[in-house]
């Protein structure tokens, strides 16, 4: 009982001594500083000083277990922060050179700022004890934290003998805000990341558990009366030269020589201090940054990759929503683009532009997917507003389209979300859709010529569009999260006649219930600091009310000593296989459902700072899609990282996949993505990719297709980066594939490709 006493009270000592800090004032001081890692500069004597002193994470607003002391003031033009980031054994550092935003692990400090303090976006900007830069954007709306985003800020960092020092200069006009001649009250906190057998994230104000919203939690800081954002016009021009090669390693083996030499421009635009434009003329979006591999055997969906294109990128949290609606990737080959962003008042909107040389979309359906291409231009448009009538009540819209010869897509829908408390959350979202395909494309995706009913399969039906067609689809959602528990209620209609092309929406004409909660218990005095309990139970009905899937699910997770995570599951799921007659799209008397029990397993730990690895296992009933019917799937995805002194690092992902039939097995893949990076310092690397797959199937147990027994591929890139900032930057690299099958006895290239891309920021 006393010992409850002493919690509570220490608790309140906390919350009121953070009060009393919540609110600081930022000093306006003239002439900045020479970054450098040293704090001798006047201004920082004369800064604002305080200190972080709560651990937010692991543990509850306890102390932390060493000194940082915060100084900031501003000029008018630029935000200074510096962190004196003290440590009893400074050899215990984690840190090395990394590229920008692969610092996530390290000792780390920076800053989180929502300019406009409404709880609805925060900019955050960290650094690492050598001055590596990582940028994000952590949306409220949507829960999501993105590192996709970078800006043109500076830092530079000093290890010394008692720890280390940072120093940040952010310039204003990098971040929205409003522009008025009266002092500014931003959110704020800064933070402090503290790895060693915990990762302390240690900040200067409390975090309340028993909150769902995060931004809410911030502090203020007023200051900025002076400041404007000044005229903020970039242009930066592109030059890429390339050259390469391809062939048909399977048909004629003979090379087909290409070239490419193009010259681009971006524009970047401060319209004013709470709207930007964002414009590119002959853009080369060449994947610098590569795609994870991923394993589709045995896999009826559309897989998705994550857009990594810089005009892309640049403030996409502004078109955001319930449903995936804008996913950029689907926009391949554009000869322009514009976006203009902003937030003015309690109104934040969004509008992008571009054209497509291809237009790619995916067909969706209930039980697969597929991606159909047409080989004509096409308009995309994206559209979003979204109105703050309170700070618990947003709504939203957002519109988006694509049209092309004989073919268009328009969505068009309103969203919610109501914080009701601080731990209950309602959110809402209708769309309404209107689609036209070209009549034969359907045609392409026949089992044979489309002669017969049994040439037809689920995407050439769902193309099989004479005129236009519309359908809504819909998403409600309640969820309730304090200290101890949580639970959520969601449910979501997706019409058989709804599309959003230029989104990710891989299923249709489904209907789905969620009911799902989970239970929290915390330690600070032993090994693990948090354990849940958590499941789910959902099932889902096309629109002609027939059963899809029941799943339930339950899992339980540990965290612990070693930055360690640990994660044990089971599911049991009923759903249904492949179609017995595909020309019909109906399920019942023409499925079979079958009962799968699965059980998964998944471990991460960093035991020292040089080294990271996760391992995640599962096995179980799984349907073989090719052959409809049940087998027995292993599948095992271990992934290690090794840091090499500071500045080499040897990253390594595998997939394990295997599939049985009975006693016999059907498939067997591998795929491996390796990765060595030397990092020179903070602005350059040299990066060696290797990719390779390894698939061997039993061709006796496939009832229907023909298939190859052995199919190998790999991929090599091979990367040298110089980054000034994230707009001035040097690529030069080379890159090729090979295949192996059945037809051909050994890896044999079948592309090749030197490039180089050169673009240099004018920023006024």
Known sequence: ?????????????????????????????????????????????????????????????????????????????????????????????????????????????????????????????????????????????????????????????????????????????????????????????????????????????PKDRNNSCTLCQLGEISGFKKSKQGKNLTFVPTLVVGKGRERDIYGSNIWDDSNNQEVGLDVKWGITPEVSLQATLNPDFSQVESDVAQLSINNTFALYFDEKRPFFLENSDYFTSNFNLVHTRNVNAPDYGVKVTGRVDQHTFGLFVANDENTSFIVPGNLGSNVAILDRESINVAARYRHDLSSQLSIGWTSTLRDADFYHNYVNGLDAKYQVTSKDILVAQFLSSDTQYPIELYKEFCDNDCSQSSDSNETSLRLQKEDSFSDNAYRLAYYHEERDWFTELRYESVGEGFRRDLGFGSRVDRNRVVVGAGYNWYSENTWWHRVRLSGDWDISHNDANEVLEKEAEVYVSVHGKFQSYFEIGQVQRERVGLRHDPSLLSIQNNTTLFTENQSSMFFEARPVSALYFNMSLSYGDQIDFDNNRLGKQLQIRPRISLDVGDHLQLSVRHTYKKLDIQQDNLFKANLTDMRITYQFDQKQFLRLIFVRSDITRNQDLYLHDEVDEEYKSLGTQLLYSYKLNPLTKFFVGYSDSAEQNELIQRLTKNEQSVFMKFSYAWMN
């Open 1 to 205: 009982m006393l010992r409850i006493s002493l919690s509570i009270l220490l608790t309140v000592l906390l919350c009121s001594t953070a009060l009393g800090q919540s609110s600081m004032t930022v000093p306006n001081l003239q002439m900045g500083v020479v970054l450098d890692g040293e704090l001798n500069e006047v201004q920082w004597q004369t800064a604002k000083q305080f200190e972080l002193k709560y651990v937010t994470s692991p543990f509850e607003n306890t102390a932390p277990p060493v000194t940082t002391i915060v100084r900031m003031f501003e000029d008018g033009q630029t935000l200074y922060v510096s962190f004196e980031a003290l440590d009893p054994d400074v050899s215990q550092i984690r840190t090395s050179y990394r590229d920008r935003d692969k610092i996530w692990s390290h000792d780390l400090v920076g800053v989180k700022l929502d300019p406009f303090n409404d709880s609805r976006i925060a900019y955050e900007f960290f650094v690492n004890p050598f001055g590596v830069q990582a940028d994000a954007i952590e949306n409220e709306m949507t829960g999501n934290e993105s590192d996709n985003w970078d800006a043109v800020w500076r830092s530079a960092g000093k290890i010394l003998e008692g720890g280390y020092q940072v120093e940040i200069a952010i310039p204003l006009q990098i971040m929205n805000f409003e522009e008025s001649e009266n002092i500014k009250t931003w959110g704020a906190e800064f933070v402090r990341f503290y790895p060693r057998q915990d990762k302390l994230r240690i900040s200067n104000m």
